[in-house]
């Protein structure tokens, strides 16, 4: 390759790599929110690949807040994901005094969200899920790998001491959501009677009479 070629192909690839770049900035990350009226649904179908819920959500949830002021009522229809971005969403959720309402399924932690709405309904067909916290051997086996080191875990044992710990305080701050939210105790205790491969789905009736629907 001659040295003009050569330049010409290394000025042309930096700037066709520089416009995709630009590109990539300017194109708006795929959102499971979207507008319609008063109610920012958030739906997990919206976008392909992990659905789960994550932080990204949480900061996508507080600029629609902003941005579209008319909003009255959250919809949801979501298999879950991490409980933290979660809980923060309902934190939000309450603050702004919003409704949810449950359009296919609102399973795992996205019920954290759902019991933040100050009134909470769900469609005919819906169904609400469940579930103990789950986390896998190959999930914890590779934090251990991964947080070893800054943690100071000598063993696998101090991950142990660590994870009975953090799961202790995990479940107590659920329940407590849950309370503080107007849901019975008796119905919150149920909330963790299942395995995490095993959900509870109740009826809509044992749902009005938890006070996890509220209509």
């Given at each position: 390759m001659g040295l003009g070629i050569a330049l010409a192909c290394g000025f042309f690839c930096t700037t066709a790599q520089m416009y995709e770049d630009a590109v990539a900035r300017a194109t708006p990350e795929p959102s499971r929110f979207r507008v319609d009226g008063t109610a920012l649904i958030y739906d997990e179908n919206l976008v392909q690949g992990d659905t789960e819920i994550e932080w990204a959500d949480v900061e996508d949830l507080r600029?629609?807040?902003?941005?579209?002021?008319?909003?009255?009522?959250?919809h949801l229809t979501s298999g879950g994901g991490y409980y933290y971005p979660a809980l923060e969403?309902?934190?939000?959720i309450s603050d702004y005094e919003l409704d949810t309402h449950v359009v296919d399924y609102c399973e795992s932690s996205c019920t954290v969200v759902m019991a933040a709405g100050v009134n909470r309904t769900m469609e005919r067909g819906g169904k609400v899920g469940f579930h103990q916290y789950y986390w896998g051997a190959d999930g914890i086996e590779g934090y251990y790998e991964d947080n070893q080191?800054?943690?100071?875990w000598e063993s696998p044992?101090?991950?142990?001491e660590w994870l009975y710990d953090d799961t202790q305080q995990e479940v107590y701050e659920r329940l407590t959501h849950f309370l503080s939210h107007g849901i019975k105790a008796e119905f919150a205790i149920e909330t963790i009677r299942n395995r995490g491969d095993d959900l509870w789905y109740p009826t809509r009736e044992e749902l009005r009479a938890g006070?996890?629907?509220?209509?």
């Open positions: 600029e629609n807040l902003k941005t579209h002021k008319q909003i009255t009522a959250v969403m309902a934190r939000i080191e800054s943690k100071d044992f101090d991950l142990a006070n996890m629907l509220t209509e």
